[in-house]
């Protein structure tokens, strides 16, 4: 039997709080929906991919759209929802945000008392969609394949982001050449191999920090051949070192 996914009509505006390991299964939402891990690293699962935050990012949600939370260390969520007719970036897929100093404080003071219907918190609450808007998008998105020959490959690559085979010599496992396999990745997933092998480096690399895991030990288990080449692609992408990620 299908599994009824569970509709809650309000996105809630809160902080909450989960265990590192701990989720929220599949539900969705009549509102839109703002979340933010302001201390662990929180992934975010849909049928179209899945995005991973650190402290230094949020996660827009859009109205609508059945998504699963799953924390990694222990998870300070700040949600806030806003009505479906509000949509002040324009965008109708989740889209991973940056937050600056101030978005971040801005986040934690209005989830903090959601019951607060003060003059001074609407005023909060108008500050804090001006820096939404002004928040830059991040290519954070790991896209799930609809091909099953790239499921397949795929799923090797997640069991195992540290594998470095070609996709040549992958092809050979999956039954296809590296040639189909590279024009699927771009028709499927709109991306390259190499780009989306990163992501999901980057991804792993992510939770395995919020678990405390040593960067070296990070960058052997995610695939980089050194710690340095590991830092550099890690600093480039989230704009701090590994060893600088904030945690809380």
Known sequence: MRQEIRHEPVAPTRTQWLASGSAIDAHRHDDHQIVYAGRGVLAITTGAGSWVAPGTRAIWVPAGTVHAHQAHGELELHLVGLP???????????????????????????????????????????????????????????????????????????????????????????????RTLSRLFRSDLGMTFPQWRTQLRLQRALVLLAEGTPVTSVAHRCGWSSASAFIDVFRRTFGHTPGSHPTG
């Open 84 to 178: 479906a007719a509000e949509n002040p970036l324009g965008l109708d897929a989740p889209t991973v945000l940056a937050v600056g100093p101030l978005l971040r404080e801005l986040l934690v003071a209005y989830t903090r008392t959601p019951d607060d219907d003060s003059p001074e918190r609407a005023r909060l609450r108008a500050v804090l969609i001006d820096q939404l808007r002004a928040s830059l998008q991040q290519p954070l998105h790991l896209p799930a394949p609809a091909s099953p020959l790239l499921r397949t490959l795929c799923d090797i690559l997640r069991v195992d982001p540290a594998d470095s085979r070609t996709l040549a010599e992958l092809g050979r496992d999956v039954g296809a050449s590296d």
